[in-house]
């Protein structure tokens, strides 16, 4: 059974940094793509950020290009969203999900497990 939990969500101020992590088990981790999505208050779901099985593929949003930088360290089993210079428009639940393949995808549909979250408020 995959399991997938995130941790390191919190309270920041705009201009500020987090480490986001998702640490992952029930099955090969290294095998698998993985994607950082986000849902704002009142805002549907969006793609933020993915990687590819080996991290040699990566993916972003235009809204967070050049400001997060997702990352996977397989030997953990876990993968990383660092963020820098946030904004207050990054508030938002933010998940981890799996694919049950090695490519990167942007769309939430192709994504098989996901976590439950973790909340990241921006002050302005």
């Known amino acids: 059974q995959v399991q997938l939990v995130e941790s390191g969500g919190g309270l920041v101020q705009a201009g500020g940094s987090l480490r986001l992590s998702c640490a992952a088990s029930?099955?090969?981790?290294?095998?698998?793509?993985m994607g950082w999505f986000r849902q704002g208050p009142g805002k549907e779901r969006e793609f933020v950020a993915a990687?590819?099985?080996?991290?040699?593929?990566?993916y972003y949003a235009d809204s967070v290009k050049g400001r997060f930088t997702i990352s996977r360290l397989n030997a953990k089993n876990t993968v990383y969203l660092q963020m820098n210079s946030l904004k207050p428009e990054d508030t938002a639940v933010y998940y981890c999900?799996?694919?049950?393949?090695?490519?990167?995808?942007?769309?939430?549909?192709?994504?098989?497990?996901w976590g439950q979250g973790t909340q990241v408020t921006v002050s302005s």
């Open positions: 999900a799996q694919r049950n393949t090695a490519v990167a995808g942007r769309e939430a549909e192709q994504y098989d497990y």
């Open positions: 029930g099955r090969t981790f290294s095998l698998y793509a």
């Open positions: 990687i590819s099985w080996s991290g040699g593929n990566t």
